[in-house]
């Protein structure tokens, strides 16, 4: 996605997920940015489909992130879900808990679901939980688009925000910034240095914190 985009990309394996991937992952569609995942392939079997209906090795989008308001007897709050597509667009979707049709969606306010634009067709798409998005998917990848990247009509809703970028040119020059990498602590300093400040806090962020994307990336 980085070499049709410009983006930047970012390469997460489920195994090793931070604590606030879900964070990461709302911020990301706030903002845009391209989101898909996909299931380890079974080197035996092209395309194989688990019994939970996901295909391995096929190329998952994620097309929503949603706090979902959720209310049960005695009880409500909130929920993580995600929406994704299977990229064949038919009726192989995900059939565990929060699919078409699935029991759960008896919780959610019909007012919520009309937010979620939530339909039940053989279409690719389906809502999962995050906590069995994470179970059942080994790779996530988001390529997060440079802000001039998309007219701001043409941003699905949900997108509120977009990124702001900087760009700092550099090179390395041969025994004067080329000061090589970190197994050569001598000369390590003399690579180019940039100094960033973040001011701003991320609304909503409940630690206070801000998010930042540095890439290092060779003209073409």
């Known amino acids: 996605m980085e070499d049709f985009t410009g983006g930047v990309t970012e390469m997460y394996d489920v195994a090793e997920l931070p604590p606030n991937f879900y964070t990461i992952l709302l911020k990301a569609y706030e903002r845009n940015s391209l989101s898909g995942c996909s299931i380890e392939p079974d080197p035996n079997i092209l395309e194989a489909e688990t019994p939970v209906g996901l295909i391995r090795g096929h190329a998952y989008s994620i097309t929503k992130v949603k706090y979902v308001d959720i209310e049960t007897p005695g009880r409500s709050g909130k929920i993580p879900l995600l929406r994704l597509r299977n990229p064949w667009g038919n009726e192989a979707e995900w059939n565990g808990p929060w699919s078409d049709k699935s029991p759960e969606w008896r919780f959610i306010p019909e007012s919520e679901k009309e937010e979620m634009g939530l339909t039940f067709d053989d279409d690719g798409e389906f809502w999962m939980s995050f906590k069995d998005f994470v179970t059942h998917f080994s790779r996530v990848e988001i390529c997060n688009l440079n802000p001039d990247s998309l007219d701001p009509e043409e941003c699905p809703e949900g997108c509120t925000k977009k990124w702001e970028m900087s760009v700092f ?47 290092t990336t060779l003209p073409y």
């Open 169 to 215: 040119e550099g090179e390395w020059v041969r025994g004067v910034t080329a000061g090589g990498c970190r197994n050569y602590l001598e000369t390590f300093w003399k690579n180019p240095q940039y100094t960033v400040t973040l001011q701003d806090v991320d609304e909503g962020d409940e630690e206070n914190k801000c998010t930042v994307r540095i890439p």
